[in-house]
């Protein structure tokens, strides 16, 4: 159980209701964590590092999930990011078929 903003102000607390957007219901007992990719934030360091988190998941799936990470380093690699340090094939990989 991931605990309330008066149990835990400065950590980790609930502080978003998730929803899917076909109307099914969540898994039961299901944790998420919500990160912010947009750059209208008023911190800049906690978009970066949710950028450097959201490139490290699509890094995590490109073998089973290849589109979906494709998707996801064009539009949040804005090359500041390690990717081609642990991504050898980076490059390759985002070419075009």
Same mark, same amino acid.
């Given at each position: 159980?991931? $605990?309330?903003?008066?149990?835990?102000?400065?950590?980790?607390?609930?502080? !978003?209701? @998730?929803?899917?957007? &076909?109307?099914? +219901?969540?898994?039961?007992?299901?944790?998420?964590?919500?990160?912010?990719?947009?750059?209208?934030?008023?911190? $800049?360091?906690?978009?970066?590092?949710?950028?450097?988190?959201?490139?490290? !998941?699509? @890094?995590?799936?490109? &073998?089973?999930? +290849?589109?979906?990470?494709?998707?996801?380093?064009?539009?949040?690699?804005?090359?500041?990011?390690?990717?081609?340090?642990?991504?050898?094939?980076?490059?390759?990989?985002?070419?075009?078929?």
């Amino acid at each position: 159980m991931i $605990p309330t903003y008066e149990e835990n102000p400065k950590g980790l607390y609930h502080k !978003y209701d @998730i929803s899917k957007t &076909n109307g099914e +219901p969540i898994d039961e007992g299901a944790e998420y964590f919500v990160l912010r990719l947009d750059e209208n934030g008023s911190d $800049p360091e906690h978009i970066y590092a949710c950028r450097q988190a959201v490139i490290t !998941y699509a @890094i995590a799936i490109r &073998n089973h999930l +290849p589109e979906l990470a494709k998707d996801l380093l064009k539009k949040y690699d804005d090359g500041k990011s390690f990717v081609d340090f642990v991504f050898p094939d980076y490059k390759e990989f985002m070419k075009d078929e």
